[in-house]
C-alpha cells in the first residue's frame, strides 16, 4: 500500500506540476517611459490565445486595467503598451489574470516594479 502512495506522489511530481505551470509570465515592465509597456513570455511550445487575460495593477482604478486579445506565440514575447500614465511609478505589482470578472482569484503571474 505505501509503495502505491509513494507510485502516485512521484507522478504528480513527474507530470502533473509541468502541466499546471504558468505558460505566460509577465517577463519586464517599463512604467516611466512614453508608452510605458508591459512585455509577456510564452514559455510554453504551443501558441497561446490571450482572449480573456488581462494586465492591472493593485490601484483602486479598473480603467486602466488592458483585456488583451491576440495570440502569443510558442517561447515568444509580446509586449503590450499604453501612453505614459498608465501604469504608476511608484513600486506597485502588476498582475496577469485569466478571467476579467474575477481577476484576483484568477492570477497567473504577477511583478513588482520597482521604485523610479
Not at 9 to 35: C, G, K
Not at 52 to 81: C, E, H, K, P, R
Request: avoid cysteine.
Amino acid at each position: 500500500m505505501l509503495w502505491h502512495v509513494i507510485l502516485l506522489v512521484f507522478w504528480q511530481i513527474l507530470f502533473v506540476t509541468d502541466s499546471v505551470r504558468a505558460a505566460i509570465i509577465i517577463n519586464e515592465i517599463s512604467p516611466s517611459t512614453d508608452p510605458e509597456w508591459i512585455e509577456l513570455y510564452n514559455d510554453s511550445s504551443t501558441p497561446v490565445d490571450l482572449f480573456g487575460y488581462t494586465l492591472w495593477d493593485n490601484n483602486s482604478l479598473l480603467s486602466d486595467d488592458l483585456s488583451l486579445t491576440g495570440t502569443i506565440s510558442a517561447q515568444s514575447y509580446l509586449v503590450f503598451s499604453r501612453k505614459e500614465g498608465w501604469l504608476t511609478n511608484g513600486g506597485d505589482i502588476v498582475y496577469l489574470s485569466t478571467n476579467v470578472a474575477d481577476r484576483q482569484n484568477t492570477v497567473i503571474d504577477g511583478l513588482s516594479q520597482k521604485n523610479s
